[in-house]
């Protein structure tokens, strides 16, 4: 087996989680995958798999030695696309990355659009409520709201949005608004673990972090929870702009405190700049990036009417 297969079945190996699922998908049988591997060690003279009864995982050597295999198939796999297809017919394989709700709002009608308009792309569209790892993990493209660490990575910017608090008409009629951020230890509070410590939120003064302490009546890991529990009156929460910014539109929910909201947080489209020449990438990123940078709701906090 030449040097590339044996490359390609150790990724796989990794990605799938098992020799057994790896096989199914390169269509090989399992023994020709192990056969593969204990090459590959032999060869390399390093064990880059630890193997148990349950499980697969890589070796140290072996998440190192993964970097390379992954640069070196992707590395041909866009020369291969680049030679199939001019700029404006990329193809081959494209995934895609986005956090779960920003995703379904604004990201997954732009991939369905994509994938009409180059049908030879094939898209791998996943969302996330984590950072991926770009290249550990074989993302071509991901969308990321927050501030960089990826060092990595090329960034484009797509826009901001910001960390905001918001209640219902009824609630602040029933219950009087907060004027200061110190007031909600008199209010109930629903805490959305995505955007907020469940027992702290953050605000700003005189351009001064302000952690406020709380003690929440409810604590959700879903945005749509805590709008729901906010608008049903349950208490006040705190999101991000963009989360909230429909049910603002449509009177549902009220944004208070603003003289005391942090700073911006940057939405960012990252790709690794090693590929930034791909066809599938680059028709991607020119296809998304103007439309998003368009987008109302990522430039910082649009000022959004309501009826109150």
Known sequence: MDKLREMEVFVAIIDQGSFTAAAEKLNMSAAAVSRAVNSLESRIGAHLLARTTR???????????????????????????????????????????????????????????????YPEVNVNAVYLDRPTRLLEEGVDVAIRIGHLTDSSAFAVQLGAVRRQTFASPGYLTEHGEPLHPRDLCAHDCVSFTGVSQPHEWLFHESGVRLPVRIEPRMVVNLAPAAVSAAMQGVGITQLLSYQAAPDVSAGDLVPILRDHEPDATPVSLLHMERRGRSGKIRSFVEFVTETLRKNTYLRGAPELTSTR
């Open 55 to 117: 499980s697969v995982r890589a070796t140290d050597a072996g998440i190192a030695y993964m970097e390379t295999c992954r640069q070196v198939l992707d590395a041909i796999t866009d020369v291969e696309s680049n030679l199939a297809a001019d700029t404006d017919n990329p193809v081959g394989r494209l995934t895609i990355t986005a956090p779960v709700l920003f995703g379904q709002r604004f990201i997954a009608p732009l991939v369905n659009a994509y994938a009409l308009r």
